[in-house]
Structure formats: C-alpha cells, structure tokens
C-alpha cells in the first residue's frame, strides 16, 4: 500500500544505534517488531498484571494481551490512514515492556523506593528493556532498534531524564538529538507513536469494562451512568430485543470500540488535511494531529473518570494494591541490604549500573507471580496466591 508522505518509511529510518546490515527480504520496523516478539521481557508480559491479578481468573486481559489488542487496533487506524502500519505494530507491542509486576501499584512503588536515586518511570523503563536490558546479541546490549520504534516505546518523559538521555546518547551525525530531544525541543513524536497512545487508551477503557463487568465489580446496570456505554448499549438492545448475558455487553463494547476508532480516523484526517504535512518531520512541527473528535474526547473522559472512581478504586482493587506496594517495599529493601539474592546476572550488574537501579531492573522485570514468591521466600510471609 502507498504511505502518506507524513509516515515514517523504513528506507528513511534514522537508523540503529549499532549499524547492521540491511535484512534480505524484511523493513527495518518489521525486524524491530520481530526483535520485540522474541524478547525475553515480551513473554513475561502474559503474567504481568494490568488491573486484575493473573491469578485471579483465566480470562481477564494481562498486559500481553492488552498489547496484543493495542497492536490490533493501532494497525487497523494506521492502514486507513495510510501510516506506516509495522511501526505502529512495533511500539505497541514493545509499549508495555517497561511495566513492574502488580499494574500501577508497583511502579508507584517502586518510583517511591527509587526517590533518591533517579526515580522510576515505566516508559523510561520500557526503553531501558530495549536499549540496555535484553541479552540476546554478540555485540551490543538490547535490541538495538530503530530511532522511530525507540521514540515511540518512550512516550513520556520527565524533563529531567530528557536531558540525561541526550547527554548519554551518542552525538547524531546530523545533529537532531536522540529520542529524549523531542521533550527538550517540545515537539511531537510520530503520527505512528501518536497513534499508538491513542490505541492504547481505546483498548484499555474497552477491555476495562469487559474485564470490570465480568469479574462482577461494577455492572451494566451502574455503566448506564456513561453516556458513551449507555448510548451503544441502547442500541444493541433495540436492534436486538431478545439478546441477553454476555452478548449483550460483546455487542455494546464492540460498537463502542468501532465508534471510537472511526471517530479517531476522521478527526484525525481533517486535521491532516488542514495542518497538510509533506513529511514526517512537518508532522513533528504540528500539534497532536492523532485525536478524537472534541465530543469523543469529552465521552472517552467521563469512562475514564468512572472507572478510575468505580474499577480501579474499587475496594477489591484496592486491598490488592496494599499488598503490591508491601512486597515492592520489602523486595526492594531485601535485595538492596542482600544483592546476592538477586539472580546472578544482575548481582554482577549492580557494580556497573549502581545497586539501587540494578535492584530496580531486576523487580520491573519480574512477573507478578515470580515477584511474590521472591517476597516469600525473602520474608517469610505468604500475602498472595
Ligand atoms: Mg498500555
């Protein structure tokens, strides 16, 4: 398929921070992605929470199948864009690498254990996996993917880690900085990395409710409260007047999805052709032109506010986030006075990389259930599974 001129093209890459030899019959964004599925921090993900615990049921979301369902959305957006679909692939299922076990309540944690020493941030870490943390090559630390897949897994950033990136990265040839430069100069990423923020948060607050209704923590009956679900869930009942169960929430979420998804191409493609970008570098120079429409916007608030409110300070939710900041707590300051309980890879590391951010490699890389059976084994006391 012909791209925009605003996508980004493989054969335009800025590049791999080691040089390599081009792949015979793959793009650089397809071996980034290939690099990504065959990562040892990719796999974890199937045991790494996103709000309920991976023991809790089979068939709730983990954080791999959340990529999964971002990579899916982003690429059916960036083909009707005409965006590079393989990047967009790429970051979103690399997107996520950087969580700790336990959600949100372990990389608050963790970032409060890491106060003094540089704090912690999971997209910063996400990039970390990438760049420093998989062992896979001969020659070099990471993946070593492309500038474009780099940019897109860092998503955010603190100012002040923009600025110790770019004094650690080496000097670009052509002067335009590494990824943290686009912090520093407030420009914006790809309308692929763009994308991918955007599929993220219309997966999550689609398979939220899912995974909200069918754990029994809120209900339908309470979802009416949100305009952007009570409307769909409306029409499906009026459409079908006999369905009933799961159905009828299958059927109420996946218009909602596609609404979402045809709201973000269209208001995306009027902003397209308004601010008209020749090349992906203009697109930088632009305002966020990846949206949804201002009434999307306004409907994709109000479900976030209410799952904020209802799921995910849900007091079930809750007790499970007091035991996540226990054993992050306790792993943190076990390994911290005792390295050598830490495998032995990164015992080894600890004198390179500092101990305490080596013990926060080590804790972000584990999954949920590793990390509390490190807890117990570390302190003697059961408080999961
Ligand atoms: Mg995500």
Avoid at 30 to 52: E, M, N, P
Avoid at 139 to 148: K, Y
Avoid at 193 to 211: G, T
Avoid at 212 to 222: A, D, F, K, P, Y
């Amino acid at each position: 398929m012909q791209l925009a001129a605003y996508a980004c093209d493989p054969a335009q890459s800025r590049g791999r921070r080691y040089p390599e030899v081009a792949a015979p019959t793959r793009t650089e964004y397809q071996r980034d992605r290939d690099r990504i599925v065959h990562s040892t921090a990719f796999r974890r993900l199937v045991y790494k929470t996103q709000v309920f615990l991976n023991h809790e049921g089979d068939l709730f979301r983990t954080r791999l199948t959340h990529s999964l369902e971002v990579a899916q959305l982003g690429r059916s957006i960036a083909r009707a864009l005409a965006l590079n679909e393989d990047l967009v692939e790429a970051i979103a299922l690399a997107h996520d690498l950087g969580h700790t076990p336990f959600g949100h309540a372990g990389q608050d944690t963790l970032n409060a254990c890491m106060a003094e020493h540089g704090g912690f941030e999971h997209n910063l870490q996400s990039l970390r996996v990438v760049d420093a943390l998989e062992e896979r090559y001969p020659l070099f630390d990471g993946l070593n993917l492309t500038f474009e897949t780099r940019e897109g897994i860092l998503k955010h950033c603190a100012q002040s880690n923009a600025e110790k990136l770019e004094a650690l990265a080496p000097a670009h040839p052509d002067g335009r900085g590494d990824v943290g430069q686009r912090f520093l100069a407030r420009t914006q990423p790809s309308l692929e990395a763009q994308l991918c923020n955007l599929a993220d948060e219309i997966a999550y607050n689609a398979h939220d409710i899912d995974d909200g209704v069918r754990s029994g923590l809120i209900t339908l009956e309470q979802l009416q409260a949100v305009p952007l679900v009570a409307h769909f869930h409306q029409q499906t009942l009026e459409e079908h007047p006999q369905l009933q169960g799961r159905r009828v929430l299958y059927e109420s979420i996946r218009r909602m999805l596609s609404a979402q998804v045809y709201d973000v191409i269209a208001a995306t493609q009027a902003a397209l052709q308004q601010a008209a970008p020749a090349s992906v570098d203009e697109a930088r120079h632009c305002e966020a032109l990846l949206r949804f429409s201002p009434a999307m916007r306004a409907q994709s608030l109000e479900l976030k506010r209410f799952l904020m409110k209802n799921l995910y300070r849900h007091p079930q939710v809750m007790d499970m986030t007091a035991k996540a900041k226990t054993m992050v707590q306790e792993l943190f300051a076990a390994y911290l006075a005792a390295p050598q309980e830490m495998a032995p890879s990164f015992a080894a590391r600890a004198s390179i990389h500092g101990q305490p951010r080596t013990v926060a490699d080590y804790i972000a890389g584990m999954t949920d259930r590793f990390a509390a059976r490190e807890h117990e084994r570390l302190t003697g006391r059961k408080l999961w599974g």
